[in-house]
């Protein structure tokens, strides 16, 4: 769902460890649309289709999904499900 667009490095493997996660410069350009979380300002989540061709930024390990992370996506934050970031990668 998600295919590099800048940086020689590969940062996204397939382990468990979360804490080794992509330095925030990485960006990714998604293959197809996907399920994302938002919440608003007043913390109130809803649910979210990232649309194919958005461009988004792992920021780390998401605060909501304990198998997911966190990205930026046009400067809004999201949490997305680790396979759904790595289906593709």
Do not use: Q, W
């Amino acid at each position: 769902m998600t295919t590099p667009v800048v940086s020689p490095r590969v940062i996204l493997p397939a382990a468990t460890n979360l804490a080794s996660l992509a330095p925030a410069s990485r960006r990714y350009c998604t293959t197809t649309s996907f399920a994302a979380i938002h919440c608003d300002e007043v913390e109130k989540a809803r649910i979210v289709l990232l649309p194919k061709g958005a461009m988004l930024r792992v920021i780390g390990p998401s605060a909501l999904l304990p198998k997911g992370f966190e990205v930026n996506v046009e400067h809004r934050i999201y949490h997305v499900f680790e396979t759904d970031l790595l289906s593709s990668t």
